[in-house]
């Protein structure tokens, strides 16, 4: 266990690793937490000016 001050509220706590402390990481999740969202993508369709690879097209 580490003593050091919460960098966020630089009250004195113990924890296992450097950061904030649990009443603070709990606040920072309460408060920046959002909901998943789904994005669609939009198909892929090359540019006019793209040329096909010269091997590709070798028969």
């Known amino acids: 266990m580490l003593d050091f001050d919460c960098p966020r ?3 004195p706590v113990s924890e296992e690793l450097y950061g ?9 999740r309460s408060t920046m937490q959002r909901a ?4 669609a993508a939009a198909d892929y369709e090359p540019k006019m000016n793209v040329v096909p690879n010269q091997v ?4």
């Open 9 to 11: 509220c630089h009250r």
């Open 20 to 28: 904030p402390c649990a009443p603070c990481r709990d606040e920072l």
């Open 36 to 39: 998943a969202r789904s994005m």
């Open 56 to 59: 590709a097209t070798k028969e």
